[in-house]
């Protein structure tokens, strides 16, 4: 079946570090990819995708690149602000399915 | 409202009560989705909808629970005699097109933060 693996959480930065999250999947045929972010007592956003190998997708910073030799979707942020402190969600979409599946999440806190 | 709306958003049910959640999707969309979300874990899929018909409703834990969109906008996620392990937020979604799999993006709801007591 589809699954979807995080780097271990919590991840605690100070600003302006350079940041990486981990995440790698496993799923039939050539899924969608996804990074969401969930700040505190907020509903899930969307921050970038990629639909197919070798996309990047890039938002506020963030960016992410479909690795498909190593089933891999990684999050970087080259320097971090207090105000990217939130849990994030990688994610995959296969294109026979109907339903996202989600990793467990990251809580990223970013200190001053 | 511009974006998914449910309510409520926090709900305490004494064990064996029923529930019923509601989610007012972005008007349009055609796709309507319901996670569950564990406290510390990732949202895991309970069911789908495109326009009123369910098409998979695979990740519904037991017989408990039902949900319905029977008009093909509003849509109600119900929990018969709740449990403690019932306790989670319940995050609807949607999105425009009826077409999985092409990337679609898919706008969440702050989610019902439902507690079995």
């Known amino acids: 079946g589809n699954s979807v693996t995080q780097m271990e959480g919590p991840v605690t930065l100070s600003e302006e570090a350079f940041l990486t999250i981990n995440c790698t999947y496993t799923?039939?045929?050539?899924?969608?990819l996804f990074w969401y972010v969930q700040y505190p007592g907020e509903g899930l956003q969307l921050l970038l995708k990629a639909t197919k190998a070798d996309d990047k997708g890039s938002n506020k910073g963030f960016e992410a690149t479909y690795r498909k030799e190593t089933t891999s979707f990684h999050l970087e942020k080259g320097s971090v602000q207090v105000s990217d402190s939130a849990v994030y969600f990688c994610?995959?979409?296969?294109?026979?399915?109907?339903?996202?599946?989600f990793g467990e999440g990251t809580q990223l806190t970013v200190n001053p | 409202g511009a974006g998914v709306s449910q309510s409520p958003r926090y709900k305490v049910a004494k064990r064996g009560q029923d529930v019923a959640l509601r989610c007012d999707p972005i008007s349009g969309h055609v796709s309507l989705f319901w996670y569950q979300q564990a406290l510390g874990q990732g949202p895991e899929f309970l069911t789908y909808?495109?326009?009123?018909?369910?098409?998979?409703k695979s990740g519904l834990p037991s017989d408990r629970f039902f949900a319905e969109r029977p008009e093909g906008s509003v849509s109600t996620l119900k929990i018969q005699r709740t449990q403690q392990e019932d306790s989670a937020v319940y995050l609807c979604a949607s999105s425009l097109r009826g077409q999985r799999g092409s990337g679609n993006t898919i706008y969440f709801g702050e989610g019902s933060w439902l507690t079995v007591v």
């Open positions: 799923a039939t045929g050539y899924p969608s």
């Open positions: 994610a995959l979409e296969t294109t026979s399915g109907s339903r996202l599946t």
């Open positions: 909808f495109q326009n009123e018909a369910q098409l998979d």
